[in-house]
C-alpha cells in the first residue's frame, strides 16, 4: 500500500511529464506555461520555438514569447540566438 504522500509526488510528476510532453509536441497550438524559477520553463521555450521553426509551422517573426521579467527575457534571447545558430530551421516556409 502507497502512502498519499507517494501517490500525491506521482501524480505530480505525472502531470508535469504530461505538460512537457504537450509543449514539445502541440506545436501548432498557442500555450501558457506558468512554473516556478528553476524548472526549466526557458529551455523548454526554446526547444518549441525552435520546433516550430524547423518544422515550418511560422517564420521567427510570427513568434511571440513573453516572459515577466527583463532578465527571463535576456537568458531566453540568449538561448534562443544559440540554439538557432546550432539547428538549420526553414525560414520563410511558414504559414
Known amino acids: 500500500m502507497s502512502s498519499p504522500v507517494h501517490d500525491d509526488r506521482d501524480s505530480m510528476l ?3 511529464t504530461h505538460a512537457r510532453e504537450l ?3 502541440a506545436l501548432d497550438q498557442s ?5 516556478a524559477a528553476g524548472t526549466g520553463k526557458t529551455t523548454e521555450l526554446v526547444e518549441r520555438i525552435t520546433s516550430v521553426l524547423r518544422t515550418g509551422l511560422a517564420r521567427v517573426e510570427q513568434i511571440v514569447a513573453v516572459t515577466f521579467t ?7 534571447k540568449i538561448r534562443l540566438r ?3 545558430d546550432e539547428v ?5 516556409k511558414g504559414r
Open 14 to 16: 505525472a502531470q508535469d
Open 88 to 92: 538549420p530551421y526553414k525560414m520563410g
Open 70 to 76: 527583463h532578465k527571463a527575457a535576456g537568458e531566453l
Open 31 to 35: 500555450l501558457i506555461v506558468e512554473a
Open 82 to 84: 544559440q540554439k538557432l
Open 23 to 25: 509543449i514539445r509536441s
